[in-house]
C-alpha cells in the first residue's frame, strides 16, 4: 500500500484525523524512511478512543486495538508534545515513533529503530543523547571512543571528552571520515573548547597479555579516570563497548557517528595514535607506518616478510604470530641438521 493509497482510506473514514497520530508503520512511510506498508496501525488519545464504537479486539502488540475496513487503531499511552503536520495529518514526531517502537520491542524493529536513530541524531546536530540527559538535569556528559584494535603496530588508544552545551563545531563526526588536515583542525578546536579531556594508552605487550577487548576496556578506564581528574563526569555515552562502572552510561551502536561528544573522542584518539604511529615511522620507514598506521596492508605484510617484526609489533595478532611460528620452524629445522 503507497502513501496516496493509506491517505485515500484515511478521508473515507467518518473520523477526525486531526486527533489521530499515525505511529509505526504508516509514519514511518510519512518520513520517508519505508515505501510501502501492508498494515496501516494509527494511534490516538484514550478520550478519542473512547469514543470510537468499532469491534473491540487485542492486537498483537496485546495493545487495546479496534478495526474498521483493515484499518487498525491502537490506543495512545503517548502525548506527543510536537506533532508533524503532514498532508493535513498530525503525524508523530520522529521521537515519538522511536519512544513507541522501543517499547514495543519486536524484533522486526531493529533495523527501522536504527534508522530513527540517526535521523534523530541528524536532526539535533548529533547531540541528540546529550540533549535527553540535559533536560534529566546533568551537565557533565563524557563521550568516550577508542582507536587501534585491528592494527598489527603500537597501541590501543581511547579518549573521553566532556564538552560544554553550547559546543559548537561544524562538520564533527566520525574521525575515520574525516580527512587529515579536518582531524588536526577539530583536535585543536576540541582542546580548546573541551572541559575536560582524558587519555589512556595500552602498549602492546599489555594487548598480547590480556587481548584486544580486555585492552581497549583498559584505555576507556584510564581515559575516563584521567578526564575526571579535569572535571567532574555525571553520565558516559561510549560507542558500542559496554564498561562495568560506577557512573552510568549509554553504549551507543555506532555512536561515533550518532553522538558529537563521542565524535569528539573519535577525533581526540585517533590523533592520538597517528602521531604515535608516525613517531615510529621515522624510526622504521621500511613498514610504512606513515600511510597504515600499523594496519596489515600489502606493503606492511612485505616489510615483515623482508625485515621482520619490531618490539612494537603484536605477537598475538595473526600475520605477526604466523611470522614467528614459521621463523621458530625453520630454526628448528636448521638446529636438527646441524
Known sequence: MT????IQQLQTLNIDLNEIILINDTALVFQDIIEKTAVIELSCSNEFFNTLAWNYKIGYSGLDTKFEDNIEIINNFYNPKNSLKIA???VASLEDTYNFKKFINTKKDKKVLEKIEYLLCEK????WYEQNLRNQGLTYIAGVDEVGRGPLVGPVVAACVVLPKNFSLAGLTDSKKLSESKRNYFFDEIKKQALGIGLG???EKKIDEINIYEATKLAM???IAECQQKCPIEHILIDAMPLDLKIKTTSIIKGDVKSITISAASVIAKVTRDRLLYDLDKKYPMYDFKDNKGYPTKKHLEA??????IDEHRRSYGPVKEYIDKKEVLSNE???IL
Open 304 to 309: 615483515i616478510a623482508k625485515y621482520g617484526i
Open 88 to 90: 493535513n495529518f498530525n
Open 221 to 223: 578506564q584510564q581515559a
Open 201 to 203: 594508552i595500552i602498549d
Open 124 to 127: 539535533n546536530n548529533f547531540y
Open 334 to 336: 636448521t638446529s636438527n
Open 3 to 6: 502513501k496516496e493509497d493509506i
